[in-house]
């Protein structure tokens, strides 16, 4: 968790962002690496600077080998939560980025891609 908050702070600073732009995506990080790590058993975390003609942007692919979400929409869905959460990470971690795309197969793992353009 820490090196993952570390790690999102340097990405957007390399991207330019400001410092309200860096709490943002590095509170969506710190979220989507709890998910990855309670519910996905642990896995990858791949930070990425986009620069993409004139904008720059930070792109966070969490990936895991855990059961896997079986509904996307529900788990979105503010206060749902099969743990002991609020059911406030994904929702919010949404709400955070510019782009969230989750891809799930049961059994197979969970797979999000955020990415957040510098404003
Ligand atoms: N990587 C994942 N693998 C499997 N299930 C997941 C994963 N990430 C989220 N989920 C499922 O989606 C639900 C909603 O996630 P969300 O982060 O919104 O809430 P929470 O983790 O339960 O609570 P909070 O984040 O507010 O502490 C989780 O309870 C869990 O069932
Ligand atoms: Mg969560």
């Known amino acids: 968790m820490v090196r993952v908050r570390q790690a999102t702070r340097q ?3 390399d991207a330019g962002f400001s410092l309200v732009e860096q709490t943002k995506v590095v509170t969506a990080a710190s979220e989507l690496a709890r ?3 309670i519910y996905g058993g642990g896995g990858d975390v ?3 600077v986009m620069r ?3 904008r720059s942007g930070v792109r966070l692919t969490f990936v895991d080998r ?3 979400i ?3 929409q529900q788990a ?4 749902y939560t099969t743990g002991s959460g609020l059911g406030l990470g994904l929702g ?3 709400r955070l980025m510019s782009e969230l795309d989750i891809s799930s197969r049961p059994g197979e793992g969970t797979r999000i891609v955020a990415v957040r353009w510098k404003q």
Request: proline share 8%; charged share 30%.
């Open 35 to 37: 998910n990855t790590i």
């Open 66 to 68: 855990g059961p896997g």
């Open 92 to 94: 919010g971690a949404r």
């Open 70 to 72: 079986p509904d996307v």
């Open 11 to 13: 990405a957007t600073l």
């Open 46 to 48: 791949r930070l990425e």
């Open 52 to 54: 993409d003609g004139m």
């Open 76 to 79: 979105l869905r503010d206060g």
